[in-house]
């Protein structure tokens, strides 16, 4: 932070105190101030959210057609069951997180407009310093916490992967991000060049094919997709046998969990196969003379980069309808008319879209200090992708990759009120996980192994992210079906747990 930066930011007035900060009131800190109302009662809590409502991903992305890409019966909460499509749109989501926040009383602990800089801990007091910025009126806030919550997501909002094409300034029509849709984007009848083959890319074609006189997905390299009806029958059977809602989004989430675990271990067991089996769904809707080879078939096996779920395969319909087409090639430069391509393909356009995808955002960008000296969060262990060696009262939530981020939110959010009963019940003021003399020569590796899982954004951050160990206790093993019964098993009294 520059000297300048320092002397412009305001004074705060006196600072609030609470037991347990959250940060962030996207779907993990809305979960996280549910669990703690309701398992740990009389605990004081704030949630600071940097925007000025609650929602995380789906009130900051305003793409057209922005949707979920997991289920809502698995990434909704397990304690609130979700009625609707199992793929809901951002505004569905909002409404269901709205509903979570009202019936709770959860909306008089969320402090909206508050933006973290620095968040400094102090072992003298045992005790977190928030310095924070309300961006609605200039003023300074500080509070400071028994407890940290971290819970502001994994990337940064508004501010998403660009590459430095050759010649973008060139462009004479609209160049946007995904991640910074302005409002004033009007598309019908324009010519459209969607870069990108992720979620994002997969979600804006179908959206604004029929409306733009045509939609061209520009692609690297393939990527997998899974297609089927945006509904579950069994759900839709319960329903019709008038079955209780609760039981109802128990009973699917269990069915969903155990088609979830049965399809991933086929794709480390039988990779080939399932690769066969999804290119045929696509074969079924594109027709025989379809280049699948090119456009749809990755050279890595499934699972290694995330799949995407496209419901009602909306976006194979809009190329079967000649409203989109996809493009499996290499960006030479840009000029004023499009992009010109390495194979001297020339694709013309008025609007460019980047759904590029983005750059990670390690602990909210916020500044760390323990005791005075600044974090390096890199240098760090994971317990459990949660805690970390050396840092004192603080977790944070990191979904899974392979499943539903907020089946994590839920077992973290369990873990942290069982650690912070067992504080109290111990007396203790203070924790943090260290390695055990048995981890002493335990190595030490990357965030996450890139042959098991390496989508571009962590290739690029991954020296970013704390590291692991080759043990599951050190590491974010991204498998929910073991962890869910491996955190209600945690042993608060183990060796990596030191407590004052």
Request: negative net charge; hydrophobic residues 40%.
């Amino acid at each position: 932070m520059s000297e300048a930066a320092t002397l412009e930011r305001p004074t705060p007035q006196q600072a609030d105190h609470v037991d347990v900060l959250i940060v962030g009131a996207g779907i993990s800190g809305v979960g996280g101030a549910y669990h703690l109302k309701t398992q740990c009662p009389g605990t004081s809590f704030a949630v600071l959210e940097a925007a000025e409502t609650f929602g995380g991903t789906w009130w900051t992305h305003k793409y057209p057609g922005i949707r979920s890409d997991s289920d809502l019966h698995t990434f909704g909460y397990r304690f609130k069951p979700w009625t609707g499509t199992p793929i809901a749109t951002a505004d569905e989501i909002r409404k269901y997180m709205g509903e979570v926040i009202e019936e709770n009383g959860l909306d008089r602990h969320i402090r909206y407009n508050h933006r973290i800089h620095s968040a400094c801990w102090s072992s003298a007091d045992n005790l977190w310093t928030i310095e924070a910025t309300r961006g609605d009126t200039g003023e300074a806030v500080r509070i400071t916490a028994d407890f940290l919550w971290m819970c502001q997501g994994y990337y940064r909002h508004n501010d998403g992967y660009m590459p430095d094409w050759a010649g973008k300034e060139r462009f004479r029509g609209r160049l946007v991000h995904s991640e910074n849709w302005p409002e004033d984007l009007d598309y019908a009848g324009k010519r459209v060049v969607v870069i990108g083959s992720g979620a994002s890319a997969a979600t804006i074609v179908p959206a604004m094919a029929g409306k733009a006189a045509h939609v061209t997905m520009l692609q690297r390299t393939p990527t997998y997709f899974r297609t089927g009806r945006n509904a579950i029958e069994l759900a839709e059977e319960l329903r019709k046998l008038q079955v209780d809602e609760t039981w109802i989004h128990e009973i699917v989430r269990r069915k969903i969990l155990l088609e979830q675990t049965v399809f991933t271990e086929r794709c480390f067991n039988e990779p080939d196969k399932v690769k066969a089996e999804m290119l045929a769904n696509l074969r079924s809707i594109l027709g025989p003379d379809y280049d699948l080879d090119r456009h749809f078939t990755p050279n890595y096996r499934p699972w290694r980069q995330r799949i995407a779920f496209v419901p009602d395969a909306d976006l194979f319909q809009a190329v079967a309808r000649g409203e989109a087409s996809v493009v499996t090639d290499e960006i030479e430069h840009f000029d004023e008319a499009g992009i010109q391509l390495k194979s001297g393909q020339h694709l013309e356009a008025d609007i460019i879209v980047a759904a590029t995808g983005f750059h990670l955002n390690v602990l909210g960008d916020i500044a760390f200090e323990i005791d005075g000296k600044p974090l390096a969060f890199h240098e760090t262990v994971t317990y459990r992708g949660m805690m970390f060696t050396g840092i004192p009262n603080m977790a944070w939530v990191f979904g899974y990759f392979r499943a539903s981020w907020t089946l994590r939110a839920d077992l973290v959010g369990d873990f942290v009120c069982r650690l912070l009963k067992y504080m109290e019940a111990k007396g203790a003021k203070r924790v943090e996980v260290a390695l055990r003399p048995e981890d002493r020569d335990m190595p030490i590796l990357p965030w996450i192994d890139p042959e098991n899982f390496n989508p571009g954004y962590l290739m690029r951050g991954m020296h970013l992210l704390p590291k692991r160990g080759d043990k599951p206790e050190w590491q974010h093993t991204q498998d929910y079906w073991s962890e869910k019964d491996a955190f209600a098993a945690i042993d608060l009294n183990d060796a990596a747990f030191v407590y004052r």
